[in-house]
């Protein structure tokens, strides 16, 4: 069964400090890896797509990593901001279409200053 | 730019009451998407669409129905709400189908309770 686990289910971490949240995934076939944020209230906003063929990809002060060999992920966030308090969501493609996405159920993380 | 629109926020509906949400984008987006997002879960994929005329079912289509008569446009209509039709219920866009640089956008959701 196609599934997407991510780790810590939340995070408290004090601004300015980095943090690394995890995505494991067993979804075949493989397609891409998407990282969305969720503000609360909010409908996910995208922040990188990686294909197989791409390990690091970065937006700003967020860093995605991807190893298909593990089948592992990681978005590593930089010098936080309270701004950055959100869900983030692992999102796997199983094929080429956006309706065969497998979606984590998010890591919640908290900023406090 | 607008984005993705749905309306409305909020809802309270009795069981075995109907319902349309509205969805409305103005990317001129072939693609559109309805999900529900459930407390401590993924999102769940209701229908889709391909373009006007065209829909198809997704993963938890069952009490649900949509239509698509114009590329801005795809309601989400819910007959004899049940509670466990209790959620969030996004809709989204993609300007193209296949993979790369085709995320998807999100409207800021409908949260609905059904008593």
């Known amino acids: 069964k196609n599934q997407v686990e991510q780790s810590p289910q939340s995070l408290i971490i004090l601004e300015g400090k980095n943090c690394t949240l995890q995505?494991?995934?067993?979804?075949?076939?493989?397609?891409?890896l998407r990282w969305y944020k969720q503000d609360t209230g909010r409908g996910p906003v995208s922040l990188t797509i990686?294909?197989?063929s791409e390990n690091t990809k970065s937006n700003g002060r967020y860093t995605a990593t991807l190893d298909a060999d593990t089948k592992q992920s990681s978005l590593h966030i930089t010098a936080s901001q309270l701004s950055d308090s959100a869900s983030y969501i692992c999102?796997?493609?199983?094929?080429?279409?956006?309706?065969?996405?497998?979606w984590g159920a998010g890591t919640k993380l908290i900023i406090k200053p | 730019n607008a984005g993705v629109t749905q309306t409305p926020k909020f809802r309270i509906l009795k069981i075995g009451q109907s319902m349309t949400l509205q969805c409305t984008q103005d990317?001129?987006?072939?693609?559109m998407y309805w999900y529900r997002q459930d407390p401590g879960m993924g999102l769940k994929l209701i229908y889709y669409?391909?373009?006007?005329?065209?829909?198809d079912k997704g993963e938890v289509p069952n009490g649900y129905n949509v239509s698509r008569s114009t590329t801005e446009d795809f309601p989400l209509r819910l007959e004899l709400a049940a509670p466990s039709q209790t959620s969030v219920y996004f809709c989204?866009?993609?300007?193209?189908?296949?993979?790369?640089?085709?995320?998807?956008?999100f409207g800021n959701g409908t949260r609905l309770t059904v008593t």
């Open positions: 990317m001129n987006h072939n693609y």
């Open positions: 995505c494991n995934y067993t979804v075949s076939p493989f397609s891409n």
């Open positions: 990686m294909t197989f």
């Open positions: 999102v796997v493609s199983a094929g080429d279409s956006n309706y065969q996405l497998i």
């Open positions: 989204a866009s993609s300007s193209i189908q296949g993979v790369g640089n085709s995320p998807l956008h």
């Open positions: 669409s391909v373009g006007a005329g065209i829909t």
